[in-house]
């Protein structure tokens, strides 16, 4: 284990003993601290694993994945407040709404840009740790292909999902949004020879596919597990299931971790694939 695998273990213990003993700054903090505990520590379990890993030899891609988070949940807070973005003064979001935050304006900007930059590198991470680990024996097996046609629906289908909750306010269309990124861009990155599960398994590889689903539970569960007991922290109001919670989540929430998890994949390859393009026609 590198030594800052043992360093975000420690931060993390830190945070939850300080925040159980009533350390109010922690409480207030304590999402992107906790975060970034986690992050260092299953990074140093994935170069313990694998030699390699984002602080200790893609520390480039690295920062892009962090960028790549903060501006892709930027728009996703652009579904979940449409109103404000629109011009008005409701802040109440359609799904999720954010409590006990930092009264300074440019403090709480910095609050939600670090815990927003921790979002996909967890994600990845853990993927990537399931993938060297859990699921390393999913290759070889009966690949599985769609067909050119099969992958122009998914983009119409994946286009109509992220559209139709902005030109429609409805808490009702939001799950479309975890989807709808998943759905629009992974044939998109399949066809520019970017990153793409949707190849690994015409080859009958299926870790990456695997890895990214479960990710997405773990992440998911881990969100709300830390988010309950934290001072500043998000609560839900959905249309459909609220009286049947595990920490603040709806039960059926839970079902969005997953595909969330291969949205962000999605979405970060495809920028990634955007920079190389402009980079290579310079």
Request: aromatic share 18%.
């Amino acid at each position: 284990m590198p030594v800052h695998g043992c360093v975000g273990l420690a931060v993390i213990a830190a945070a939850e003993a300080l925040l159980f003993w009533g350390h109010h700054l922690t409480g207030e903090w304590f999402t992107p601290i906790v975060w970034t505990g986690y992050i260092l520590f299953v990074d140093g379990l994935v170069a313990a694993r694998t030699g390699e890993s984002f602080l200790t030899t893609r520390r480039v891609e690295f920062s892009l994945v962090c960028l790549a988070s903060v501006g892709c949940w930027w728009l996703f807070e652009l579904y979940n407040a449409p109103r404000f973005w629109r011009g008005g003064e409701d802040l109440r979001g359609l799904w999720w709404q954010y409590h006990n935050l930092e009264p300074n304006l440019f403090l709480r900007r910095l609050g939600y840009d670090w815990a927003f930059a921790t979002i996909f590198p967890a994600l990845f991470l853990t993927s990537e740790l399931f993938r060297a680990s859990l699921f390393r024996g999913l290759m070889g097996r009966r690949p599985f292909r769609l067909s050119e046609g099969q992958r122009h629906v998914l983009i119409a289908a994946g286009a109509v999902s992220v559209t139709l909750p902005l030109l429609v306010v409805s808490a009702w269309l939001v799950p479309l949004v975890w989807v709808g990124y998943a759905l629009l861009l992974e044939p998109i990155n399949y066809r520019r020879g970017a990153p793409s599960w949707l190849r690994e398994i015409e080859g009958g590889d299926y870790r990456t596919l695997a890895s990214l689903l479960t990710s997405g539970l773990v992440c998911g569960l881990l969100w709300e597990f830390w988010n309950y007991w934290a001072l500043a922290k998000w609560t839900y109001t959905v249309p459909y299931g609220e009286g049947v919670k595990l920490f603040e989540m709806p039960l059926l929430g839970y079902l969005g971790f997953p595909p969330f998890a291969l949205e962000a994949f999605a979405m970060y390859h495809f920028l990634r694939s955007l920079i190389r393009e402009n980079i290579a026609h310079a």
